[in-house]
């Protein structure tokens, strides 16, 4: 009788491991069914809301699986597996894998807030992690730039988040600056008012703010002048090289001289010593 009595207990027991463990891979079989339809929803939330596709694409992602994770810890209790030791499993493999990609982190990490609050936009001329370049690309692990040569940098968005960002074409204008030195005998006045009339000559140069050209110093050899004038992004280096080439052609139409560096040389005669 007593053997019978263990026999059932043993039996009751082992129905009971396999309802449990069947209950457990329905709610994992369903739970995996419905995690994917929450991602989905809110993928789509994210699109009608104007977020970026890479970064949407990426939570959805995230959404995912951090609901399927939950999941497996509910379906392993439910198979009558601990969840303490579990939980701590968890956290001790996350602990881990977070400090072997603590650089990869740190890239994504970046990527998501240069994506959120787009410091720059793909097309623009920027400087980032010591690079000058055109944004060619944003993703999650890094940036793609196209540098004025016409090579590719891919940067790590890590190494950008961690140094100073400069939009060149953020404001949609660009201020450029020319120095040009002209004889100490030659008229400043008639200089200056040569240049003005190669920017009123000019449309790309833009009348507000104003272009203006001042006497910066007086240097060694020449009187050095400074020409600043603000002009569209697109038309930054075309404009001063250009403005460069006519500011030298008027002024050796007009007589206005651009020295060069010189240096007196004085030889005396003497008696040499015995």
Not at 61 to 73: E, M
Not at 109 to 115: D, K, S
Not at 214 to 241: H, K, Y
């Amino acid at each position: 009788m007593h053997d019978f009595l263990a026999r059932l207990h043993f039996s009751e027991n082992a129905i009971q491991h396999l309802l449990n463990i069947g209950t457990a891979l329905l709610i994992l079989l369903i739970g995996i069914w419905i995690a994917a339809r929450v991602a989905n929803f809110a993928q789509r939330a994210m699109q009608r809301a104007k977020f970026d596709p890479t970064l949407s694409g990426f939570l959805r992602n995230l959404i995912n699986g951090v609901l399927i994770v939950l999941l497996v810890v509910m379906a392993l209790q439910q198979a009558g597996v601990p969840a303490a030791p579990l939980i701590a499993a968890l956290s001790t493999a996350g602990l881990a894998i977070g400090l072997a990609l603590q650089g990869s982190l740190s890239n994504l990490a970046w990527g998501v807030l240069l994506i959120v609050f787009r410091p720059f936009r793909v097309g623009d001329f920027i400087h980032a992690g010591g690079i000058d370049g055109t944004v060619d690309s944003i993703n999650l692990m890094h940036t793609l730039l196209v540098l004025p040569d016409n090579r590719e940098a891919v940067v790590p968005n890590g190494k950008i988040g961690a140094d100073a960002i400069i939009n060149f074409n953020r404001r949609g204008t660009r201020r450029f600056e020319l120095k040009v030195g002209i004889g100490y005998g030659d008229d400043i006045g008639k200089a200056m008012r040569a240049v003005s009339e190669l920017f009123a000559a000019d449309e790309r140069i833009l009348r507000d703010p104003e272009p203006g050209v001042w006497t910066e110093s007086l240097g060694d050899s020449s009187v050095n002048l400074v020409v600043r004038a603000f002009v569209r992004s697109g038309d930054f280096w075309a404009t001063q090289t250009d403005l460069l080439r006519r500011i030298k052609e008027r002024f050796d139409a007009e007589g206005i001289t651009i020295p060069f560096p010189q240096r007196e040389l004085r030889v005396v005669q003497g008696k040499l010593p015995d």
